[in-house]
Structure formats: structure tokens, C-alpha cells
């Protein structure tokens, strides 16, 4: 295809987050195309004014058909599914970064991060490659459940439920992906601002970051073992945070002080020893202090402490 569609095309009925999360991207990058909802033969057929997805019984990219529910439908290079999202994404995903504005230089890199956090599960859950009870209790709390769960209840017979519905859905999935986007594109812009904080700390082992930001990742990719702690001023106090040995856990190179855990104000000023000082978390991996001089002598004392135990 090379001409803008006309018409963006899936299949009516009850909706799935694979087409409403094609839908985000589509939408995007055509937004005077109509989306039409639809499983009529005359609106399936391929032509050089459509883009089908998620129905169609074929992957054809030159005529614009993007399906998955066919015998021999692609795989991953790795051999995993593909749901019609993976597919837009795979052919729309790089446009449609460059059409929220993001700069040359990420869009290949989010593109690729964006797939295997984002795009991947919603793959796999949609071709059962994924059962969602993975999660235990929380399957429900899943995206494409939630999505999924915004559809019409089974008795509402109203004429035009499942669309309202799903134009409704299509709103909410498009704020999830703009938001998962636009925190890895800040990520990356934090990522070069903890560098250079990085290589400013020297041999130190307290980062000091000019405002709160993601940073274990650049941390890491520094190789900073050194570094147990990170303070950051916030909007009228300082912070000082912990920093997590890996993505999925709580556990951190190191925690603050026992003694301080769960204190506030005068009690935590009494326990640290530092006026200033007006909160610790129970769970030992934030606290907070009102001016940087309190927050930098927490973090000595944090410092002091963890080095003490691990002797």
C-alpha cells in the first residue's frame, strides 16, 4: 500500500484489546479514515482504499490485510504468535512513534521496547499463548481484561451497544498506549541527565539527580555498583530512595536504617539524629527531609549503616 486508506476495517461483534489497541495506532496515523466495524464479504475484500486487521484470513501486508486467525498465520522470529496488534505494530509501530513527534533517534529503540513490554503479552494472551491466570488474583487487572471487560453485558440488546462500546474502549486503550509510550521516551531523556550525574559522583556512593527520574536502568548500563543510594529534590523537600536490584522486585542494594522505618518529624529527627528529617517508609526504601544539607547527612547515615552491616 502506499496511498492513506480511506476506511480502517475490522470485524464487528464483540471486541478483543488486539484490534482496539491496532485501532490506537491506525487512528493515529489516519485520522481521516472511517473505522468500520464489519464482517460483510464486500468490506473484507482487499482494495487499495482499506486496511483490514484482526479479520480478513490473511497476513498480506502489500494488500493491506492484517490477520492472525488463519491456518499458518506468522510467528515471531522466536516462534511465538502474533495477534493483529504485533502486526500493526510490526509494520505501523515505527510512523506512528515518529507521528507523536518523538525524536529519529528513539524511535527505534522504543519501538523495540514498546513490542516486547507492551505489544508481546497482548499477543500472546490473545492467541492463548499466555493464560491471563498467570496473575492470580489480579487476572482481571490485566489490560486486555480490562479493555476486554468494557464491552456490552450479554442481555444488553440495544442497537449499536457493541460499537458505542467500543468506541468508548478505543479512548481508554488510546490513553494506555500514549502514556506507556511517553514514559519510555522520558526514560530515555533521563537516562543521558543520571550519566552524567553518574560520572559527577565519582567514586561516591550516593547519586544526586537534579529531580526525581527513572534511573536504575542507566545505573546498570553504567556498571555504578558503588551506588546504594540516589537523592533528588522535590517540589518542597529533597528525597532519598533506595535502588532496586532488579526490575520486578522490591529488594534493594541496600535499605535505610532500621531504626528510622515508619517515623515521622520529631521522632524520625531523634532517631537519625538530623534536623530535617520528616519521614521514613515502614517498608525502609524512601525517606524525606526539608533542605539538601538534612537529606545529604541521611545518606551519609544510610551509607555508614548498610557498609556496617555487610562488614
Not at 182 to 204: M, S
Not at 210 to 216: C, E, L, N, S
Not at 249 to 263: K, N, T, V, Y
Request: with cysteine; aromatic share 8%.
Amino acid at each position: 500500500m502506499t496511498a492513506a486508506p480511506v476506511f480502517l476495517v475490522t470485524h464487528s461483534g464483540g471486541f478483543h484489546a488486539d484490534e482496539l489497541l491496532s485501532s490506537v495506532v491506525l487512528t493515529r496515523l489516519y485520522p481521516a479514515a472511517r473505522l468500520v466495524r464489519s464482517r460483510d464479504e464486500a468490506w473484507l475484500t482487499p482494495g487499495p482504499d482499506r486496511i483490514i486487521y484482526d479479520v480478513g484470513r490473511a497476513y498480506d501486508p502489500e494488500a493491506g490485510v492484517f490477520d492472525h486467525h488463519q491456518r499458518g498465520a506468522p510467528l515471531r522470529e522466536d516462534g511465538r504468535p502474533y495477534s493483529s496488534f504485533g502486526l500493526v505494530w510490526r509494520h505501523f509501530g515505527h510512523a506512528y512513534l515518529r507521528a507523536l513527534g518523538l525524536p529519529e533517534t528513539a524511535v527505534a529503540t522504543i519501538h523495540a521496547e514498546f513490542d516486547q513490554s507492551f505489544v508481546l503479552p497482548v499477543d500472546l494472551m490473545d492467541n492463548g499463548a499466555l493464560d491471563p491466570g498467570i496473575a492470580g488474583p489480579l487476572a482481571d487487572l490485566t489490560l486486555p481484561m480490562l479493555l476486554e471487560s468494557l464491552k456490552p453485558v450479554f442481555d444488553d440488546r440495544a442497537e449499536g451497544a457493541e460499537d458505542r462500546a467500543f468506541d468508548s474502549a478505543l479512548s481508554i486503550a488510546r490513553t494506555f498506549v500514549g502514556a506507556a509510550i511517553a514514559r519510555k521516551a522520558a526514560k530515555l531523556r533521563a537516562e543521558a541527565v543520571v550519566l552524567a550525574a553518574i560520572a559527577a559522583a565519582g567514586t561516591g556512593r550516593v547519586l544526586e539527580l537534579p529531580a526525581g527520574m527513572p534511573f536504575r536502568s542507566a545505573v546498570v548500563r553504567a556498571g555504578a555498583d558503588r551506588l546504594l543510594f540516589v537523592i533528588h529534590p522535590r517540589d518542597k523537600d529533597w528525597a532519598l530512595t533506595g535502588i532496586r536490584l532488579n526490575d520486578d522486585g522490591f529488594e534493594q542494594r541496600a535499605d535505610l536504617p532500621a531504626a528510622w522505618a515508619g517515623l515521622t518529624d520529631r521522632a524520625l529527627e531523634l532517631a537519625s539524629g538530623v534536623e530535617g528529617a520528616r519521614f521514613c517508609h515502614n517498608g525502609r526504601f524512601i525517606a524525606v527531609a526539608d533542605s539538601r544539607a538534612a537529606i545529604l547527612r541521611m545518606a551519609d547515615l544510610a551509607v555508614a549503616e548498610a557498609e556496617r552491616v555487610t562488614a
